[in-house]
């Protein structure tokens, strides 16, 4: 792993749920019955085919992106192993991921995409040094975006029956992302639960505010980091950012960094990264 200190290699190493975005719940009812071992994975797999057609997904779409797909034992088992990580104090939380080693590589990519990082404050108002800390806790800046096949990871948690409406819908929507033509679906790997690209975004998030920020045709959150940065500027000005405003506990756009991950800890922890990497901390 290129950068042990990213926030994927730490949750990782404790067999943990990474920083995962909105889970949108809400789907219609399950048309495919879901499962509880893999027994009934084929028969459940030929229904949701059915019923993503009915959706308005393409047949080739569908049939190219869920071609290859398998039950997967060992995301069951990284969802069954999600732990308290998140209940640690902000210190120990925090003192694990805001190291000396990533403000210092962050702080040399925010001079290296200065002009990028400009332009995107001043389309979405949110500061580079925020989106730069996403980045950083995310993937170790890009080190890590994770190696599981997208559509296995999320069919196997579309199946399951723990959450299986939540990642029905990102299933659709993960489809729907190679039908719009921004991925092919071999191109599609991130992590465990499905997010996708350098700032970790579900399928659903994806679909909602990836950009084309460098214009070049296509909305490439995994190779393209302009794009990456961009979408995530995107996302946290439609989830309220003020511009202008503060970013920590109790300042106006702590609601919003929220909105990227519930848990305080790690909301607190992207806000005094973004400090240090602004040199208003060490």
């Excluded at 404050?121 to 995310?138: D, H, S």
Aim: aromatic fraction near 10%; glycine fraction near 10%; charge should be positive.
């Amino acid at each position: 792993m290129a950068d042990p200190f990213s926030k994927l290699a730490f949750m990782k190493a404790l067999g943990l749920f990474p920083a995962v975005l909105c889970l949108f719940a809400g789907a219609p009812a399950l048309a495919a019955q879901c499962g509880a071992d893999p027994s009934g994975f084929r028969a459940w797999l030929s229904d949701f085919k059915e019923e993503a057609a009915s959706s308005g997904v393409s047949r080739p779409v569908i049939e190219r992106a869920l071609r290859d797909v398998s039950y997967d034992k060992r995301i069951i088992a990284r969802d069954r192993g999600q732990g308290g990580v998140f209940k640690k104090s902000f210190e120990d939380f925090s003192a694990r991921l805001v190291t000396p080693r990533r403000v210092s590589r962050g702080k040399a990519l925010m001079r290296r995409h200065a002009a990028l990082l400009g332009k995107i404050e001043r389309q979405y108002g949110v500061p580079g040094a925020v989106v730069v800390a996403i980045w950083g806790l995310e993937t170790g800046y890009g080190a890590d975006n994770g190696r599981f096949p997208i559509f296995s990871a999320v069919a196997t948690l579309a199946y399951d029956c723990r959450r299986a409406e939540t990642f029905r819908a990102e299933l659709l929507d993960a489809l729907r992302i190679v039908e719009r033509g921004d991925m092919r679906p071999e191109e599609m790997r991130g992590d465990w639960a499905g997010e996708i690209g350098q700032t970790q975004l579900l399928p659903s998030s994806y679909l909602l505010y990836a950009v084309d920020f460098n214009a070049d045709g296509t909305r490439d959150l995994i190779r393209d980091t302009a794009d990456a940065l961009a979408s995530t500027a995107n996302f946290l000005q439609a989830k309220g950012w003020r511009r202008g405003e503060g970013f920590e506990e109790g300042q106006a756009n702590f609601a919003v960094l929220l909105e990227w991950n519930k848990a305080h800890v790690y909301a607190k922890t992207i806000a005094r990264l973004a400090q240090a990497l602004s040199g208003e901390t060490e």
